[in-house]
Every structure is written in structure tokens, then in C-alpha cells.
């Protein structure tokens, strides 16, 4: 599948996304940079697999469906597929826990500037990888 204006919509919307996290960070709402950052991470995934003809599932790590097309992917991304993999499968570990807590976790009280800051920097990262190949990369 190759929707190209769905996958322009997700980069520009993954983008606009990156905007808020400045917000967020600036809130010092770690928990919400950390779960903005997996949607992000996410959006600009699927929005590479339909760029390369690849119909992205319905769930949020994309990771095993990345490695398993490797070959379809743009080279340089290819190059760091171990890297954006990591990411995804780690910002998809804290999606639920970072927006609901838990019964004995307050997310508010877990997440920490330490992990806003990786979450965010993972982000951009993905992003900055990704956008120059969904229809010319402007945004």
C-alpha cells in the first residue's frame, strides 16, 4: 500500500508533535514527553513503511515488521534499523505505563527528566532519520 498522502500527514503530524513536546518538556511533564514521544516514534515508523509500499499493522511497534522488510527500506535507513528498532520497541514498553501508571506507580512520580530527555532526543532522532524520505521530506 502506498498512500503518500497518509504518509505525509503522519510525518507532518509526528512533526507538529515534536513542537509540543518542547511544551510538555518545558512543563516538566516527563511522563507525557516520554508517551507524546512512543506516538511520534510510532507515526513516523508507519509513515516510512507506507512510503516504501508496506501496509503498517495495527499495533504500536512496527519493529518486528521493519526488520522483516529491511530490504524495502532506504539505505541510510537500513544502516539504522538496529538503532530505530531499540527505540521503538523501548518508547512501546512505556506507552500504557507512562499515561495510565499503575496500581503502584504514579507517572507522574517514575518518569524523570533522565528519561524526557531520552525519550525526546529518540524522537527527533527517528524523525530527522525518516523525513527525507516521505515525498521530498519538507515539513
Known amino acids: 500500500m502506498r498512500n503518500t498522502d497518509l504518509a505525509r500527514d503522519y510525518i507532518h503530524r509526528a512533526g507538529v508533535r515534536l513542537q509540543a513536546l518542547d511544551v510538555l518538556f518545558e512543563a516538566e511533564s516527563w511522563a507525557d514527553v516520554v508517551r507524546e514521544s512512543q506516538e511520534i516514534v510510532e507515526l513516523t515508523l508507519k509513515a516510512l513503511l507506507r512510503t516504501c509500499g508496506i501496509d503498517?499493522?495495527?499495533?504500536?511497534?512496527?519493529?518486528?515488521?521493519?526488520?522483516?522488510?529491511?530490504?524495502?527500506?532506504?539505505?541510510?535507513?537500513?544502516?539504522?534499523?538496529?538503532t530505530l528498532t531499540e527505540i521503538s520497541?523501548?518508547?512501546?514498553?512505556?506507552?500504557?505505563?507512562?499515561?495510565?501508571?499503575?496500581?503502584?506507580?504514579?507517572?507522574?512520580?517514575?518518569?524523570?527528566?533522565?528519561?524526557?530527555?531520552?525519550?525526546?532526543?529518540?524522537?527527533?532522532?527517528?524523525?530527522?532519520?525518516v523525513r527525507p524520505h516521505i515525498d521530498g521530506g519538507s515539513d
Open 89 to 129: 520497541r523501548d518508547l512501546r514498553r512505556d506507552r500504557e505505563l507512562a499515561f495510565y501508571g499503575a496500581e503502584d506507580l504514579t507517572p507522574s512520580g517514575f518518569y524523570s527528566r533522565k528519561d524526557a530527555e531520552k525519550a525526546r532526543s529518540n524522537a527527533l532522532l527517528t524523525v530527522e532519520l
Open 56 to 82: 503498517p499493522p495495527r499495533i504500536h511497534d512496527v519493529s518486528e515488521v521493519l526488520l522483516s522488510e529491511r530490504e524495502r527500506l532506504p539505505e541510510d535507513v537500513e544502516k539504522e534499523l538496529e
